[in-house]
């Protein structure tokens, strides 16, 4: 079962060799609350969960790299990288291998999401997932061209949730909306909402900032 969760971002510019340095960067508190919230972790068992292409599990030894984002950097045992980026910033996050990493469709379905992380949640008496995943993308551009206003009130829904521990709220995101605002997060958290169950978590929403015009989100459920 679920004992614990840590919700991080997933973008490359967590990693300090990605960004750089300016006056009132916001990442570095990002970086320190994401490394809060994976300190927080507490189980036998380690899954890391992002967003991906397909649907599909990999060994904890798989491997990620951020060549394509400008580091020379492979994380992981295995020699060909396969890992998609949510993963491989999962994995950097860490410091050191899952027990397992589950990849998930960007776009399954919800209840296809709800099925993988209760199958996720029985894979120990104590579970814990490090999810991995970002909130609406370029807030600015949306506010002028999306008439209803939805990027901000999605946001302020998954904060809502993810630092309540509110798995049923998390569970009823809807996809359209996800994809609308561009969000890649809403599959990873309704795997959470899955694993979850009816299980009762302390949540707290450790950061919510929105820097370079996406929404990041980062949160801790413990038991």
């Not at 508190?29 to 300190?39: K, P, Q, S, T, W």
């Amino acid at each position: 079962m679920l004992a614990s969760a840590a919700i991080c971002p997933h973008p490359p510019l967590l990693v300090p060799e990605l960004s750089g340095a300016a006056p009132g960067d916001d990442l570095p508190a990002l970086r320190a609350a994401c490394r809060d919230a994976v300190a927080r972790l507490s189980g036998d068992v380690l899954v890391v969960v992002g967003g991906g292409d397909r649907t599909r599990a990999h060994d904890g030894g798989a491997s990620g790299t951020l060549r394509p984002y400008g580091l020379d950097l492979v994380l992981g045992d295995a020699a060909t990288p396969e890992l998609p980026l949510s993963l491989t910033v999962g994995r950097w996050l860490l410091g050191r291998a899952p027990d397992l990493y589950q990849e998930i469709a960007f776009d399954a379905p919800p209840g296809e999401c709800l099925r993988v992380g209760a199958d996720l949640a029985g894979r120990g008496a104590r579970v814990a997932l490090l999810v991995l995943g970002d909130a609406s993308a370029s807030r600015w551009e949306l506010a002028l061209g999306d008439a209803e206003g939805r990027a901000a009130p999605f946001d302020d829904a998954v904060a809502k949730a993810l630092g309540s521990a509110d798995a049923a709220a998390l569970a009823a995101l809807d996809p359209a909306t996800a994809r609308a605002v561009r969000s890649a997060g809403r599959a990873a958290w309704q795997v959470l909402a899955g694993a979850a169950g009816a299980a009762r978590f302390h949540g707290e929403l450790l950061a919510a900032t929105a820097p370079y015009d996406v929404t990041y989100l980062v949160a801790s459920w413990t038991s």
